[in-house]
């Protein structure tokens, strides 16, 4: 049915990385001295008092960000199989290759002089 | 050398019973952020199900494109819309919800009866794990060379929409004063002052010797 080989480090490394968390605040609850109090239960932000609430309304900038990520993170992706197969292609793939990618950077370009990679 | 049947079976298990877990929670917490975090989990949970049927490429993309990009998209869409007092519960919510309900009913019903129809003839021979990512790249440069350039055309279509629509450029001009409004902190400034700011003192220059000849 199943046809897994080698991803017995990943089981072992999944196993370990699971009781991380966990040994964790276990660790802490052990520890640390058990007080009670208003403050207690304010969020932790690096050492600033909390103002307002946490649902805030955000630039749509971040939106921006965000979206061009996604367009090169997709991009890396489909880059992926030829790196690996790259010995076993020839030149005529190494070219294509280059059209896939001279085709985002006109879009990397239109980014970059429209001003969405800066934060003005 | 292969992981132990039992291991493997446990791990299926154990990952559908986080999938649907994940699943129910997107729908039924009222709390849209949980939701949104949740969708992640069901993301993951199903990039451990294509890792158990030796489809590695597939689990890399998949925590790589959804859980690493679409779901962010997801939870920045959230961040972006207003305040958690903004959403009202909608009058007469029950109609939409007995269609929604109607809906997943019948697509349920659907794939359930496709799964039970459809004959999986599973292949004997298998194919070597290691170059299951060989033959995709092998595949993207011979007979789907098409769909692979054109993929690179509607990303950077993709980009550009996105672009222009978070730059705003072809609002109408009264739709974009009134965007800009919580900028200007003086309402009685005139107009062709408002998007000047202190870093561009050209404009500043160029609207002054109108102001002398008025």
Redesign the interface.
Known sequence: MFVLSGYEYLLGFLLVSSLVPALALTAAKLLRPSRRGPERRTTYESGMEPIGAAWIQFNIRYYMFALVFVIFDVETVFLYPWAVAFSQLGLLAFIEALIFVAILVVGLVYAWRKGALEWS | ???A?G??LV?LGLLSFMMLGAALGVVLLTNV?YSAFLLGGTFISAAGIY????AD?VA??QV??YV???N??II??I??????QDFAPLPKAWIRKSATAVVCLGLFSLLTTMVLVTPWNLSAE?AS?DSS??E???H??TDF?LP??L???L??M???G??IL??REFLPEESAVAVQQPILTLPERPRELAGVTPGSPDRTIASKPSDRNK
């Open positions: 050398m292969n992981l049947e291991v493997q791990s952020v890792l158990l049927l030796n490429f890399t993309a790589l494109i690493g990009a679409v962010v998209l920045f869409a961040m972006l819309v207003n305040k958690r298998v794990a990512i060989i995709i790249g092998k993207f440069f060379l692979f350039e993929a690179s055309v990303l950077l993709a980009l550009v996105a672009i978070a730059r």
